[in-house]
């Protein structure tokens, strides 16, 4: 019996299964879709279908740099034990090549490429879900940024946790060193002037309440509160010097302290025009499993059944 693209999609929907998987199962089982499902559960279990709704804070940020063509991607899966795995490293190093080789234009497109690793493929997409399924752990691709151009391009990769790529002009020594600093001082932007204004919006609000704190603790000592106009330059100050702390220029050099990276960069006649920084995980609410309210939740409903 002839399988068709219409019957390996639908056995995909219901399994959740890679698309060469589904298509040797439907093979193997001669078109029987119970039969062929039933086989690819034997040998993928529900691994797939069941991790798929796992959140994935762990996993590594990846790096490839071609000439002046490279990419930064976070592949995240659910546990650090994972993020040692070969088969999971080659499948984050090899889509960070992929978005520097195709550009593709977001992440479902990235996932269309072709790509085959071990038994999985033609696409990273089934790649990536083939390995769900061998390893029993969900993972995702979150992020990618691309760089091409006459600019050059720096990298420093701080274990598998940190990646920062930099796009400069000039001595590529200085430039490896920003980005070591970059990893390590976690600048959000270049100048003060590039910083996010919800960045700033939100220091502001950070730096009114303290303000408005001390004004209570003032009055509650019996003192006259800050007039509105010294309050507003406080506040002012404080955004002011949150600026400085953030932006890449500002900062004081990690190697030497006494200049700021923008004095170091221009003493050695290299100019840095972008950078992209990645932290696994940044910004993903993580699971915490609280084993003895579990106890007691299950405790409860079984008093009430």
């Not at 002839?2 to 199962?25: F, G, H």
């Not at 002009?169 to 976690?186: F, L, R, V």
């Amino acid at each position: 019996m002839a399988i068709t693209a219409s019957m390996v999609a639908e056995l995909r929907a219901k399994t959740d299964a890679p698309m060469m998987e589904c298509k040797k199962a439907l093979t193997e089982a001669e078109g029987d879709m119970a039969k062929a499902e039933e086989l690819l559960r034997v040998k993928l279990g529900t691994k797939a279908g069941k991790a798929a709704s796992r959140v994935t804070a762990e996993g590594v940020v990846a790096c490839h740099i071609d000439g002046t063509t490279g990419a930064l991607i976070e592949v995240n899966c659910e546990t650090d034990f994972v993020t040692k795995n070969d088969s999971f490293l080659n499948l984050a190093n090899a889509a960070a090549r992929l978005v520097a080789e195709h550009n593709p234009a977001d992440l479902e497109a990235l996932g269309a490429l072709p790509y085959a690793q071990e038994t999985f493929g033609p696409t990273l997409e089934d790649v990536r879900k083939g390995l769900i399924g061998k390893i029993g752990e969900n993972m995702s691709f979150r992020r990618f940024k691309r760089y091409s151009g006459a600019s050059k391009l720096a990298s420093y990769l701080h274990g598998t946790r940190i990646g920062v790529v930099v796009e400069f002009d000039g001595e590529d020594a200085p430039a490896k060193d920003t980005a070591m600093h970059i990893a390590a001082m976690k600048p959000v932007a270049l100048t003060s002037a590039d910083v996010p204004a919800d960045f700033i919006e939100r220091e502001r609000s950070v730096a009114t309440a303290k303000a408005d704190e001390a004004n209570k603790e003032l009055v509650a000592a019996g003192k006259p509160e800050q007039s509105a106009e010294i309050t507003a330059k406080r506040i002012d100050g404080a955004v002011q010097k949150y600026l400085k702390e953030v932006s890449l220029f500002n900062q004081p050099f990690v190697k030497n302290d006494k200049q700021t990276v923008e004095q170091m960069l221009k003493a050695a006649g290299t100019t840095v025009k972008g950078f992209t920084l990645y932290v696994v995980g940044e910004g993903i609410e993580k699971k915490v499993d609280d084993f003895a309210a579990e106890v007691a939740a299950q405790v409860a409903a079984a008093k009430g059944a």
